[in-house]
T-cell receptor, first 115, second 112 residues
Framework: DAGVIQSPRHEVTEMGQEVTLRCKPI?????LFWYRQTMMRGLELLIY????????DSGMPEDRFSAKMPNASFSTLKIQPSEPRDSAVYFC?????????????FGPGTRLTVL | KQEVTQIPAALSVPEGENLVLNCSFT??????LQWFRQDPGKGLTSLLL?????REQTSGRLNASLDKSSGRSTLYIAASQPGDSATYLC???????????FGKGTRLSVIA
């Protein structure tokens, strides 16, 4: 398996623009996680899906952030409008069996810079 | 609310030395504990997962222990190598089978 795939790997945009991050989880995994990593706050969970249904979105910082999982093999995280403080590395991870029962496998991340 | 602390934040050791990384958590009602490795500019790689019923887990030169009652875990790395240089993070669920809460990691440098 190719592992968790994320695109783009790098994104530079201007404040106010819409940003869409994409994730393809490992085939057969039924749990998907979006994280954000910054130097100041470390790794934070934004939202967690199980069987394509959002289970916990308490980490989504504002209404500017939204996430979807239309099917078992694809998810998006959208920021509209983007702000400089959204600059971070965004990771997608997947696992089988729930939020923390089994190992999580991480994608390579998307480094977002908002100017 | 689960909080995870890792000490030290950074560590530099000469090649060949055995070392211990520490992780503590505030809520001991955990399902399991996971240790991850993160190389610069890369995603996280799972190293070890210890179930709450286990005391330790081993993989090669890595050994992780878990003491639920005291809210602590250690990651022991034997005979360290320059290739072990990375940031090591531990993570636990808030409770039961819930999403992971991560520590901020220990940045390890192994000097040849």
């Amino acid at each position: 398996d190719a592992g968790v795939i994320q695109s783009p790997r790098h994104e530079v945009t201007e404040m106010g623009q819409e940003v869409t991050l994409r994730c393809k989880p490992i085939s057969g995994h039924n749990s998907l996680f979006w994280y954000r990593q910054t130097m100041m706050r470390g790794l934070e969970l934004l939202i967690y899906f199980n069987n394509n249904v959002p289970i916990d979105d308490s980490g989504m910082p504002e209404d500017r952030f939204s996430a979807k999982m239309p099917n078992a093999s694809f998810s998006t995280l959208k920021i509209q409008p983007s702000e400089p403080r959204d600059s971070a590395v965004y990771f997608c991870a997947s696992s089988f069996g729930g939020a923390s029962k089994n190992e999580q496998f991480f994608g390579p991340g998307t480094r977002l810079t908002v100017l | 609310k689960q909080e995870v602390t890792q000490i030290p934040a950074a560590l530099s050791v000469p090649e060949g030395e055995n070392l211990v990384l520490n992780c503590s958590f505030t809520d001991s009602a955990i399902y399991n504990l996971q240790w991850f490795r993160q190389d610069p500019g890369k995603g996280l790689t799972s190293l070890l997962l210890i179930q709450s019923s286990q005391r330790e887990q081993t993989s090669g030169r890595l050994n992780a222990s878990l003491d639920k009652s005291s809210g602590r875990s250690t990651l022991y790395i034997a005979a360290s190598q320059p290739g072990d240089s990375a940031t090591y993070l531990c993570a636990v669920p808030t409770s039961g089978n819930t999403p992971l809460v991560f520590g901020k990691g220990t940045r390890l440098s192994v000097i040849a």
